[in-house]
């Protein structure tokens, strides 16, 4: 099956700097999304992004399908930016199952 | 906002007995998934329907686990004889044409 890595694994900042995740997919995909997991286990849509840029707020993403990557960039990073991040993709032979990346975990500090 | 909900949100169980969780998918999704999230992984996933039908299964649903969509809207997820490996989050996603929303999970402690 497609493989999904994350980097980094783990992410100490300050408030307010910039930070960039990155997302590395073995094949071709049809459906690509970034989800934020609070502390209580909910997963929240930030993109859904097969290709191209979008934007939302301090939050912007990419996905460069020809070379099998994705990033998300946070700018002015607040304390609320905290938690886990992670990149999910189907895969063109799936019938629309997600396969996620282990997560990048970012610590913001006040 | 009806987004998707999962009932309980947590659940204590002793070894061996059996448990079952609910899903209510976004009210106009036909297509509903199961996934399952344990300690410091992205989540797995584990079923996956459309409308009623259950299209693909995981390796990772053994015989112990059943999965339920009878009339195309809610679902159920059935756990029998529980062991401790199957503490988990189980996570209930849904989709209408492509993006996938998730419910907030059912945390299962097996004791």
């Known amino acids: 099956g497609i493989q999904v890595e994350q980097s980094p694994p783990d992410l100490i900042l300050q408030e307010g700097a910039n930070s960039t995740l990155r997302c590395n997919f073995s094949d071709s995909v049809n459906n690509l999304q970034w989800f934020h997991q609070n502390p209580w286990g909910q997963l929240i849509n930030l993109f859904y992004i097969p290709s191209g840029t979008k934007q939302n707020g301090r939050l912007s993403a990419t996905t460069v399908a020809t070379e099998r990557y994705s990033l998300l960039y946070i700018s002015s990073s607040q304390t609320t930016d905290s938690g886990v991040y992670f990149c999910?993709?189907?895969?063109?032979?799936?019938?629309?199952?997600?396969?996620f990346g282990q997560g990048t975990i970012l610590t913001v500090h006040p | 906002d009806t987004g998707v909900s999962q009932d309980p949100r947590h659940k204590i169980t002793k070894r061996g007995q059996n448990v079952t969780f609910r899903c209510d998918p976004i009210?106009?999704?036909?297509?509903l998934y199961w996934y399952r999230q344990t300690l410091g992984q992205g989540p797995e996933f584990l079923t996956y329907f459309q409308n009623e039908a259950q299209l693909e299964k995981s390796r990772l649903l053994s015989d112990r686990f059943s999965a339920e969509r009878p009339k195309g809207s809610f679902s159920t997820l059935e756990i029998q004889r529980t062991e401790q490996g199957d503490s988990a989050m189980y996570l209930c996603?849904?989709?209408?044409?492509?993006?996938?929303?998730f419910g907030p999970g059912t945390r299962l402690t097996v004791t």
């Open positions: 996603a849904s989709t209408l044409l492509g993006e996938q929303y």
């Open positions: 999910a993709l189907r895969g063109g032979t799936s019938y629309g199952k997600l396969t």
């Open positions: 009210s106009e999704h036909n297509r």
